[in-house]
Nanobody, 124 residues
Framework: VQLQASGGGLVQPGGSLRLSCASS????????IGWFRQAPGKEREGLSC????????YISDSVKGRFTTSKDNAENMVYLEMNSLKPEDTAVYYC??????????????????WGQGTQVTVSS
């Protein structure tokens, strides 16, 4: 496994979770990381991207104001902080990279290396 998402679980509506993305292969200092989710019966949705090339981050309008992404280079981790969670946030969450050193945020189709997902369930 080259990327591993963790931190999912069951949370009540309005609650928070922090997902982590770790890598045994990639030094995440050098790779752009995106977060995605896929709910049953729905297409995969891109949520965020944190760019190596310029340090910028992108959050999808669908979760803007509730989700943020950050990187801890010392820990070789990328995080997705999720607040004010709603039942419609229930999905399997994945982190991914395009595998290109020093890239910016690519189109979703260019994310070629995917981690195992982590289930997030928002329910009372």
């Amino acid at each position: 496994v080259q990327l591993q998402a963790s931190g999912g679980g069951l949370v009540q509506p309005g609650g928070s979770l922090r997902l982590s993305c770790a890598s045994s292969k990639f030094n995440l200092d050098y790779y752009t990381i995106g977060w995605f989710r896929q709910a049953p019966g729905k297409e995969r949705e891109g949520l965020s991207c944190i760019s190596v090339s310029d340090g910028s981050s992108y959050i999808s309008d669908s979760v803007k104001g509730r989700f943020t992404t950050s990187k801890d280079n010392a820990e070789n981790m990328v995080y997705l902080e999720m607040n004010s969670l709603k039942p419609e946030d229930t999905a399997v969450y994945y982190c991914a990279t395009d595998g290109v050193v020093g890239s910016g945020c690519p189109p979703p189709r260019d994310f070629a290396v995917w981690g195992q997902g982590t289930q997030v369930t928002v329910s009372s």
